[in-house]
């Protein structure tokens, strides 16, 4: 079955940086975009960054362009954020999920927990 597992959350100061990695499991990972969504606390999930099968082809939220880099590992099956110059509104549970079609995502993680904080 397919699974998605998210993992390198934690806290850091603001303008520290994370790596999230997602490890993907029972699909055919390098025939999907995979991408990375965030829940704040009290809010709705929303797009973080997405890649296409080959990390060629990339797309950000503006909240997160030129901060956070979304990159793949085709033969090791996984996904990662690198976020750097975090701020303290980029707190939230992080989660990985399968690309089905354009704007549909059709398997998710059970989510990491970052939090900016002093």
């Known amino acids: 079955q397919v699974q998605l597992v998210e993992s390198g959350g934690g806290m850091v100061q603001p303008g520290g940086s994370l790596t999230l990695s997602c490890a993907a499991s029972?699909?055919?990972?390098?025939?999907?975009?995979m991408a990375w969504f965030r829940q704040a606390p009290g809010k709705e999930r929303v797009f973080v960054a997405e890649?296409?099968?080959?990390?060629?082809?990339?797309d950000y939220a503006d909240s997160v362009k030129g901060r956070f880099t979304i990159s793949r590992n085709n033969d090791k099956k996984m996904v990662y954020l690198q976020m750097n110059r975090l701020k303290p509104e980029d707190t939230a549970v992080y989660f990985c999920?399968?690309?089905?079609?354009?704007?549909?995502?059709?398997?998710w993680g059970q989510g990491t927990q970052v939090t900016v904080s002093s």
């Open positions: 999920a399968r690309r089905r079609a354009i704007g549909q995502y059709d398997f």
């Open positions: 029972g699909f055919t990972f390098d025939g999907h975009v």
């Open positions: 890649l296409n099968w080959n990390g060629a082809d990339t």
